[in-house]
């Protein structure tokens, strides 16, 4: 369904001079450099998945997003969505994806929702029994029925961004870019919309890309996630590899019946690195080659009650991954 040969996007940005000079210099005689969003940039996705896109800010997760959408033009390379060019946005291109950005409204501000989605209906020519059905679906789905005659400015957050995804996905989109779809949000919101979004993909099979920078986001909706850095692509392939190729360490956590004093002193320090020490609780960060060896010590020389072996945190990994001493090749070939 999305299929991305080589993409390339660069800018032209006025280049900043230093102090009150440099300043007005500029003024009078601008200089100019090139900054490369994406540089090459391939990526191939099928219907019924969600690829998650992991990067820090600028790193041209956005840039993608608006590429793959229609909203801009790369500088060369090709991309195919539904077997469109996106930035040709033929009307048979548009009618067929959504875009959900969190950080942008699309609805009316003093609009009541159910009158943005009557204007919706009438933008997508969609037939009356298919508007009637998707709408009801998208508010059952979301818990929303008593609030459609409410003004969109007397919403709160969380309430605007489930109105958000009715808008979008009224029309039942084969393709769904979502941009950064739970920021700001609460813990209740954000795991409402994550439950409806894996509903929505099992019922419809649309091809996904996410972007977050929560990391449970990705966790829970993303099989498949590609890690972008200064433009380029540094890994592309399964979640789950990410943990058993790049995560060196686990989290061993032991429950205590008392406080440990002189006790932990008697773990050897080339076990392991004591993350915190609480009256009921210790965590240690073990190489996964003396997870054994720890945890058998743990439960040799501490008043051990329970004890659990953990994963390293995702986002740990990933942020080692960003770090520019650890660049590599991405694979060839995505899982």
Known sequence: ??????????????????????????????????????????????????????????????????????????????????????????????????????????????LPAADCFILLREIYRLPESQYRHSLDQLTSALGFEKQLNTPIRRLSLGERMKMELIAALLHQPKVVFLDEPTIGLDLNAQRAIREFLLSYRQEHQPAMILTSHYMEDIERLCERIVIIREGEFVYDGGLNRVLSQYAGHKVITAELSETPNESLKQIPADLGEILSVSPSEVKIKVPRNKVAEAASAVLRLLPVVDLKIDEEDISDIIARLLEPKNRQEPPQENL
């Open 1 to 110: 369904m999305i299929q991305v040969e080589n993409l390339k996007k660069s800018f032209r940005v006025h280049k900043k001079q230093a102090g009150l000079k440099g300043s007005l210099r500029g003024l009078i005689n601008r200089q100019w450099e090139e900054k490369h969003a994406l540089k090459g940039v391939s990526l191939k996705v099928s219907a019924g998945e969600i690829v998650g896109l992991v990067g820090a800010n600028g790193a041209g997760k956005t840039t993608l997003v608006k590429l793959l959408a229609g909203i801009v033009h790369p500088s060369s390379g090709s991309a195919a969505v539904l077997g469109h060019t996106p930035w040709k946005r033929h009307n048979d291109f548009r009618q067929q994806i959504a875009l959900i950005m969190g950080q942008k409204a699309q609805l009316w501000w003093d």
